[in-house]
């Protein structure tokens, strides 16, 4: 059974930072597309970046050049460095991976005031 499980998420004002863990407890980590996305309420979860076993990532045009992800194959945790925070990134947060299966975790809520 693949679990994954957020933390990190929080109110920080505009302009601010925070990171995102997400760790994974599943059998070979390294070898999952990990990826982090979001949902307010009323509207679709949308993609926010992804990163394969390889390493290589993708973003949303929406969050290029403020987000990074990264990942720790060692502890099976993967990682969103949210920095230059805007309202409009307030959102749940979910972690996913994807491998032959997609699994989500169950969301941290981020909270951007202006």
């Known amino acids: 059974q693949v679990q994954l499980v957020e933390s990190g998420g929080g109110l920080v004002q505009a302009g601010g930072s925070l990171r995102l863990s997400c760790a994974a407890s599943?059998?070979?980590?390294?070898?999952?597309?990990m990826g982090w996305y979001r949902q307010t309420p009323g509207k679709q979860r949308e993609l926010v970046a992804t990163i394969t076993s390889g390493g290589l990532t993708h973003y949303a045009d929406s969050v290029k050049g403020r987000f990074t992800i990264s990942r720790d194959n060692a502890k099976n945790t993967v990682y969103l460095q949210m920095n230059s925070l805007k309202p409009e990134d307030t959102a749940v947060y979910y972690c996913n991976a994807n491998l032959a299966w997609s699994y989500w975790g169950k969301g941290t809520l981020v909270t951007v005031s202006s």
């Open positions: 599943v059998n070979i980590f390294s070898a999952y597309t």
